[in-house]
């Protein structure tokens, strides 16, 4: 059941932001076709198929939904370790990406570091199980050790970028990514995502916390 913010009841969290969703990701999407017509050519020469990555993550209110990506791992990858799940949930000191991953391509490194990987996310903002600003969305696995703290950040979509990517990304611990996103839930705007959009061309330039 969805819980209801003082956000989700103004005209932005109603109607608005869906609105700029569609708009913004119908926008970059166009913008960004001979980009991606470019990439796939290269995955194809360089790593073959498949192009895409897909995978089960947890949107709003736990629900589950295939998130789409460039692929950017060798096909052999296999899933890195969880952390042990205690009681109280995830520990916050938990860091869920490592800057040394061989599993990543060299091709995969470069798109990651530029975030061109999750273009095809757009296509998720669309359907309607993303926004463009947001949580990031996470893997079933980790939602469901999540403690009634933690479980706060489902309460709106997941986006492409949020308040934890353009305050460090992967380089923040959990703890820390928690702390961000919660205060989103709280404080999302019209203005407050245009601001995050904005420090996200920032972020993605200079490559900050990508790996």
């Excluded at 079933?140 to 997941?158: D, F, G």
């Excluded at 989103?184 to 061309?201: E, G, M, P, R």
Aim: include cysteine; glycine fraction near 6%; charged fraction near 20%.
């Amino acid at each position: 059941m969805h819980v209801q913010t003082a956000q989700n009841l103004t005209f932005y969290g109603q109607y608005g932001k869906r609105i700029f969703d569609i708009i913004g990701a119908l926008f970059l999407l166009f913008i960004t076709i001979p980009l991606m017509l470019a990439i796939f050519l290269i995955l194809l020469i360089t790593t073959g198929r498949p192009i895409f990555f897909k995978q089960i993550r947890t949107g709003l209110d736990h629900h589950r939904f295939v998130i789409w990506k460039l692929r950017t791992m060798c096909i052999q990858a296999v899933p890195v370790n969880m952390p042990t799940i205690c009681a109280d949930g995830i520990p916050d000191d938990y860091y869920f990406k490592t800057e040394q991953d061989t599993r990543i391509t060299k091709v995969g490194a470069i798109l990651r570091k530029l975030s061109i990987d999750e273009i095809p996310q757009l296509l998720n903002v669309l359907k309607g199980d993303m926004s463009i600003v947001g949580p990031r969305p996470e893997v079933p696995t980790i939602t469901n050790a999540y403690n009634s703290l933690q479980a706060r950040r489902l309460e709106v979509k997941p986006g492409l970028t949020g308040l934890a990517q353009i305050n460090g990304r992967s380089n923040i611990s959990h703890g820390q990514k928690i702390s961000y996103d919660i205060e989103y839930v709280d404080h999302y705007s019209f203005w407050l995502d245009v601001q995050i959009l904005l420090k996200t061309i920032y972020v993605v330039v200079a490559r900050t916390g990508a790996y």
